[in-house]
C-alpha cells in the first residue's frame, strides 16, 4: 500500500481533530519513511532528542540499562503507533536506547519544523494544551496504578490493552515473552507463572504466542 502522508501525520494524537490545513502543512514538513534495517540503533543516550517519531511500519523497541547494567525493555513500538511526542516541544537529550527489531520504516517531525507550523497556525495551540492536559493526567493515574499492582495485575492490564488495540479478543502477542518479560519488569520464569496463573482462573486462554480474552 503506497505511503499517505496526510494519513500519517493524521494518526498522531495531539494531531487528531486538527484543520485538514494544518494536517497538510505538518506533513508536508515532515520526513516520510526513512528505512532503518534491523538491529540498527535509532537514538542512543546524549543524542539530541528533537523530532517525533512515527512507526510507519515494522517494530522499534525502546531499552535502557538499569544500575545493575541489567538491560530493560521500557516499551515496543509497533507500526502506526508514534514516539518523543515530548520533543515538540522540550530541548534535551535521549536518555534511552531505541532499535530497530525488524526492518522498520519511520517517518519524524522535527520540533523546529513543528514550531514554524504552529506560529502560522496559531488557533492550533490551545487545542493542544487540552490534548497534552488529558494525556498528562491519564499518565500520572497509570504511573500511581502500577506501583499497587502485582505482576500477575500488570500482565493482566497489559493483555487487556492489546485486545483494545487490536480491537478483537484474540491476537497474536505482537513481542516475544521474553521482551514482554524485560518490559514488564519481571523475569521470564515469573511471566510463565503468571500465564498460567491467568490461564487457570480462565482469564485467558493461551496457545503459543496467540491469546484469547475470556
Not at 484543520?19 to 502543512?25: C, D, F, L, Q, T
Amino acid at each position: 500500500m503506497a505511503h499517505d502522508p496526510i494519513k500519517c501525520v493524521e494518526q498522531v494524537s495531539i494531531f487528531k481533530g486538527a484543520p485538514r490545513n494544518v494536517i497538510e502543512a505538518l506533513a508536508r514538513v515532515s520526513v516520510h519513511q526513512k528505512k532503518i534495517p534491523a538491529g540498527q540503533m535509532i537514538y542512543s543516550p546524549g543524542e539530541p532528542n528533537d523530532r517525533l517519531m512515527i512507526v510507519d511500519s515494522g517494530r522499534v523497541r525502546v531499552f535502557s540499562y538499569a544500575d545493575d547494567d541489567r538491560e530493560r525493555t521500557l516499551y515496543m513500538l509497533r507500526s502506526r503507533e508514534v514516539d518523543l511526542t515530548g520533543a515538540l516541544f522540550t530541548n534535551h537529550e535521549h536518555h534511552n536506547f531505541a532499535q530497530a527489531s525488524e526492518p522498520t520504516e519511520i517517518c519524524y517531525l522535527k520540533q523546529s519544523a513543528f514550531k514554524k507550523v504552529l506560529k502560522s497556525y496559531p488557533e492550533m495551540a490551545l487545542s493542544l494544551v487540552d490534548v497534552l492536559g488529558e494525556r498528562l493526567s491519564s499518565l500520572e493515574r497509570r504511573d500511581v496504578t502500577d506501583t499497587l499492582l502485582t505482576s500477575k495485575e500488570r500482565l493482566y492490564n497489559y493483555l487487556l490493552e492489546l485486545q483494545d488495540q487490536f480491537n478483537s479478543s484474540t491476537y497474536k502477542l505482537p513481542v516475544t515473552k521474553k521482551e514482554l518479560a524485560l518490559y514488564l519488569g519481571i523475569t521470564p520464569e515469573t511471566l510463565s507463572r503468571q500465564l498460567k496463573l491467568l490461564v487457570a482462573e480462565n482469564k485467558i486462554k493461551l496457545n503459543r504466542r496467540e491469546f484469547t480474552i475470556l
